[in-house]
């Protein structure tokens, strides 16, 4: 597959980071295969989640073909660069033709992202999950990533006005060991087990993040139960639903 919109791509992600001189770490780059297909589960509390998912597989020197929204695609700004960097657009009107996408390039030994919430968490804790990810890993038979963000929020999230001009932001990346569910193996259980792994390495990212709230009113992008004022879990999934509704 001939990629020439993808490495310029790196390059603008990569002379951003370094003109807001974002504080990035990445643990756990060595569980990123350097070969062959894979599919990396990432959690999802940003707009811009996508570069950051991206960017971890970066010592591993692949490319993440993103599953992302079909309207991404429609737009005459970001469609003409989703579609050279092959990513694959999500139609929910014809979703089995995004599936067999995604598991044709899986067998082409390509990586492929996918965020298993599908949509941006609201309360910063890992919401429930489609159980895609654990179906197209069994079916291509390739390993699955877990991977966890945590930073990512403070930049541009659903609710809050983007911040891309902030500087000297953590922004923390952890990878955890590959899955390899089989065929046979029930498709609920390994999406639970996946969603155990990425919710105990979002909760050390959180924990370990090297900055605090500077006051009452900067407490936003904190979890409630780490004592934020992001809405719960139960207030999030009413808010989603209301917004759905509408």
């Given at each position: 597959?001939?990629?020439?919109?993808?490495p310029?791509?790196?390059?603008a992600?990569r002379?951003?980071f370094?003109?807001?001189?974002?504080?990035?770490?990445?643990?756990?780059a060595?569980?990123?295969?350097?070969?062959g297909g894979a599919v990396i589960?990432?959690?999802?509390?940003?707009?811009?989640?996508?570069i950051?998912?991206?960017?971890?597989?970066q010592?591993?020197?692949r490319?993440?073909r993103?599953m992302?929204k079909?309207s991404?695609?429609?737009?005459?700004i970001s469609?003409?660069?989703?579609?050279?960097?092959?990513?694959i657009?999500?139609?929910?009107?014809?979703g089995?033709?995004?599936?067999r996408q995604?598991?044709?390039?899986?067998?082409?030994?390509?990586?492929v992202?996918v965020?298993?919430?599908?949509?941006?968490s609201?309360?910063?804790?890992?919401?429930?999950?489609?159980s895609?990810a654990a179906?197209?890993?069994?079916s291509?038979r390739?390993?699955?990533?877990?991977?966890a963000?945590w930073g990512?929020?403070?930049l541009?999230?659903?609710?809050?006005?983007?911040?891309?001009t902030?500087r000297?932001l953590?922004?923390?990346?952890?990878i955890?060991e590959?899955m390899?569910p089989?065929?046979r193996?029930?498709?609920d259980?390994?999406?639970?087990?996946l969603?155990?792994r990425?919710s105990k390495?979002?909760?050390?990212?959180?924990?370990?993040?090297?900055?605090?709230p500077?006051g009452?009113?900067?407490r936003?992008w904190?979890?409630?139960h780490?004592g934020?004022?992001?809405?719960?879990?139960?207030?999030?999934?009413?808010?989603?639903?209301?917004k759905?509704?509408?």
């Open positions: 597959m001939s990629d020439f919109v993808y310029p791509v790196i390059a992600a002379a951003m370094r003109v807001l001189d974002l504080r990035l770490s990445v643990n756990g060595e569980h990123i295969p350097t070969s589960a990432c959690n999802h509390v940003s707009y811009l989640d996508f950051f998912c991206g960017w971890g597989a010592p591993s020197r490319l993440v993103f992302a079909k991404v695609f429609d737009n005459r469609g003409p660069l989703m579609r050279g960097m092959h990513h657009p999500v139609d929910r009107d014809a089995l033709s995004s599936y995604a598991l044709a390039a899986l067998k082409d030994g390509e990586v992202g965020f298993p919430e599908a949509t941006i609201r309360s910063f804790t890992i919401k429930d999950f489609k895609g179906r197209m890993a069994a291509a390739v390993p699955i990533v877990p991977m963000l990512t929020q403070r541009w999230t659903k609710g809050r006005p983007r911040t891309l902030r000297h953590p922004v923390a990346i952890a955890g590959p390899t089989g065929p193996d029930n498709g259980e390994v999406t639970a087990d969603r155990g990425m390495l979002l909760d050390g990212l959180q924990r370990d993040y090297p900055d605090q500077a009452a009113e900067d936003w904190l979890p409630a780490l934020g004022t992001a809405p719960t879990p139960e207030e999030a999934a009413a808010l989603d639903d209301k759905s509704e509408a």
